[in-house]
């Protein structure tokens, strides 16, 4: 892992790090010919692609109800009951992320408000690849669920024999998803954004997927809604001297392990420290089923920062703005609230970010790449559009009609001044004042 050390008056800086760009102009100019191929071609260019990327040939996209039954007939027991632990748990966080439709009437009888409603559809992409996700299935559609959205879709890449992962379709049992396809990459999400002749358009998607995957999304933003350009998976550990560097270490790799780009960030207080941490990295490597991909990640995205204070490390942490952030501090509450930037955030050596990607409760749909200085993670509001109310009695227009009045004619445009003024008029000639 590459090493930087902070002098004590020097402040971490964007300078110091080598973060790419979510933007990809090669996966974005394949994802374009791509999403257009199926938007003109419809279900021939799906299999087309399906064939050529996945190497297998579909007859249908649909996985039929019988397919699903078998494979539910057979998924692990304790494969069942941690998922149904994991849907119950982020079912009860996301219950409390609800927001009611209000209406206030003013004291001149105006009503204002704004109407909460469901979004029709949903698409959920559900990546395949090196790993599969069914807990990526259930923390974009319970919160979809939990938001009201009637009809919620899945789409995942199939396997070279054309079936499904079984614990990817009990979560899609867990999240009540019965509508269920077996296609990937950008031309899943074009599927999804326009439709063909098997698969209905949605109002919106969401779910991670590689570079190709998140060129698409990008491409069709705008005539669908997206949830977020995810990109590589990050963490960010501060540890200080009371922390276990056995449990920093397996912390790090545990992001490293999902992707040859991941990032992992080691922020402490000595190089000794340091020294001791990755000597529990190449511990644990012996014994890691995915070595090759974590220490790639490590080597290659891997930083180590070396600070002289606690404020410095924690100020480094809002620069890098990580996906993950862990506490492995002395009384990590106390620092929560210098944290500005974090997707999510992990207080002590009790809480590894693996409870967060899981069990927890919280959505592990995160903003990665520094994009949490803006962006939350995924939650039920992603899932709901509101529609502002109004509705005036003639004396609250009366109260507003000359503010608007003089607003509208400084931007030149009459009509709107004339359709408040003439209002009054009406008012005044109807009623006789």
């Known amino acids: 892992m590459r090493r930087i050390v902070l002098a004590a008056d020097e402040s971490f800086s964007n300078k110091h790090l080598e973060r790419k760009s979510a933007f990809n102009a090669q996966a974005m100019t394949a994802a374009a010919s791509i999403v257009e191929d199926v938007r003109e071609r419809g279900d021939a ?24 039954d078998a494979a539910l007939a057979a998924v692990d027991p304790r494969i069942s009951a941690a998922l149904q632990h994991a849907a119950r748990q982020i079912r009860e966080f996301h219950e409390r992320q609800v927001e009611q439709s209000w209406f206030v009437t003013r004291p001149d009888g105006a009503i204002v408000g704004a109407k909460v409603t469901p979004l029709d559809s949903v698409g959920i992409y559900v990546p395949g690849g090196r790993a599969l996700y069914p807990s990526t299935l259930l923390m974009n559609a319970i919160p979809a669920s939990v938001a009201g959205v009637k009809r919620i879709v899945a789409v995942t ?23 269920i396809y077996s296609v990937g990459g950008a031309q899943a999400v074009a599927a999804l954004a326009y439709g063909t002749e098997s698969i209905a358009p949605v109002d919106k998607i969401t779910g991670p997927g590689n570079a190709f995957v998140a060129a698409a999304k990008q491409l069709v933003s705008g005539d669908v809604g997206i949830d977020m350009v995810a990109g590589p998976s990050e963490v960010l550990v501060v540890a200080d001297e009371t922390a276990d560097p056995r449990l920093v270490a397996i912390d790090l790799m545990a992001q490293a ?26 511990e644990h490597m012996k014994d890691s089923t995915r070595a090759d991909i974590t220490s790639a990640s490590m080597n290659d995205q891997g930083l180590v920062v070396i600070c002289r204070t606690l404020a410095q ?9 990580p996906e993950h952030l862990e506490l492995h501090i002395e009384n990590p ?27 927890a409760g919280p959505n592990h749909t995160l903003p990665t ?17 509101k529609s502002s109310i109004i509705q005036y009695s003639p004396e609250a227009l009366a109260f507003d009609a000359e503010a608007v009045s003089v607003i509208a004619h400084h931007e030149g445009l009459w009509a709107h001044a004339r ?15």
């Open 333 to 359: 509450m106390d620092s929560l609230g210098a944290i500005r930037h974090a997707g999510a955030i992990f207080l002590g050596e009790w809480t590894p970010e693996a409870v967060g990607d899981y069990v």
């Open 45 to 68: 260019a799906l299999s087309e692609y399906t064939e050529r990327f996945d190497g297998v040939a579909l007859e249908s996209f649909r996985v039929p109800q019988e397919t699903i």
């Open 257 to 282: 392990e999902h992707d040859p780009l991941a990032t992992c960030y080691l922020v402490t207080f000595s190089q000794d420290y340091a020294d001791r941490v990755e000597g529990a990295i190449a």
């Open 419 to 433: 359709s408040v003024e003439l209002r009054k008029e009406v008012y005044d000639a109807r009623f006789g004042r």
């Open 157 to 179: 890449p199939p396997t070279k024999d054309g079936s499904l992962d079984s614990a990817v379709l009990e979560a899609c049992r867990l999240a009540g998803i019965t509508e």
């Open 369 to 385: 790449g520094g994009t949490a200085r803006f962006s939350s993670p995924l939650a039920v509001e992603e899932f709901v559009k």
């Open 313 to 321: 490390a924690l100020e480094a942490a809002n620069v890098i703005a």
